[in-house]
């Protein structure tokens, strides 16, 4: 099962024929108190969660937890060379549920922008942000669609992934910094839960907290092409050697063969 059958409910789940497995990759367990996902869990034979704070959380609830993170199409999302060089593109990519985050960097990203003439900002989503105090010529929104958005990261140059300090954020899986990672592109992103496990396993990104460390990262890396590329490379080397569905999805199949 992924995640409960209706939303925030418990329901058929422990009817279902044994055995059963769980796997969570959002904090869903914050909804309505939680009652529904302890439920669940532990009606699971095993629960698979996306990172390491869910899972301390469900072996509260489960007999049986274990890791598994999300994987990257490292095939289909990789890097390439960028056809225009002359403008560096600091991208961002998600849905409007988490425009709070994005909206949160707008001081930063407003002196960034207007610090550098050569720097643009996109936002590639299924709806259009607001950041009413930035040159609307110096950002630009691109509709979400499948076929589009790897060629949409492998578009930019910095890949944005700002959080809240929350649990609801601790939940998170990183999606949106592997998708930059596995395009080679360099990371700035809030260091919480997951997203600072990541920065952990190599020099790939920089964590940011507070306007000025956005600013001053986003100085660093618009300035050097160099790191740029440094960050990128080793960026998409962590994917390859753990995120990539080819290393995930033997052991996803383990995982369901064993229970």
Request: aromatic share 6%; net charge neutral; proline share 5%.
């Amino acid at each position: 099962m992924q995640r409960e059958m209706l939303s925030s409910l418990a329901t058929l789940e422990g009817l279902t024929k044994r055995p059963r497995l769980l796997d969570v990759d959002d904090a869903i367990h914050l909804l309505r108190g939680g009652r529904f996902a302890r439920r669940i869990a532990g009606a699971c034979d095993r629960v698979i969660c996306g990172n390491a704070w869910l899972a301390d959380v469900y072996s509260g609830w489960a007999r049986d937890v274990v890791i598994l993170p999300t994987g990257v199409d490292a095939d289909r999302y990789h890097p390439i060379e960028k056809t225009q060089a002359d403008r560096l593109v600091i991208g961002w990519i998600g849905t409007a549920a988490n425009f709070p985050y994005l909206e949160s960097l707008e001081p930063a990203l407003k002196i960034v922008l207007a610090r550098y003439d050569h720097v643009d900002l996109r936002i590639v989503s299924n709806a259009r942000p607001s950041f009413p105090t930035i040159d609307s010529s110096r950002w630009s929104f691109v509709q979400w669609s499948e076929p589009r958005e790897v060629s949409e990261i492998q578009a930019t140059d910095i890949g944005l992934m700002p959080l809240a300090d929350t649990d609801w954020a601790r939940g998170k899986c990183s999606f949106k910094m592997l998708q930059y990672m596995a395009c080679g592109k360099p990371v700035i992103v809030s260091p919480i839960g997951m997203n600072a496990d990541i920065l952990a396993m190599d020099t790939l990104g920089i964590g940011a907290r507070g306007i000025d460390e956005w600013v001053d990262a986003l100085d660093l890396l618009v300035a050097s092409h160099a790191e740029r590329s440094r960050l990128g490379r080793a960026g998409r080397t962590v994917i390859e050697r753990t995120f990539s569905l080819t290393m995930l999805v033997p052991k996803l199949a383990h995982h369901l063969r064993d229970v």
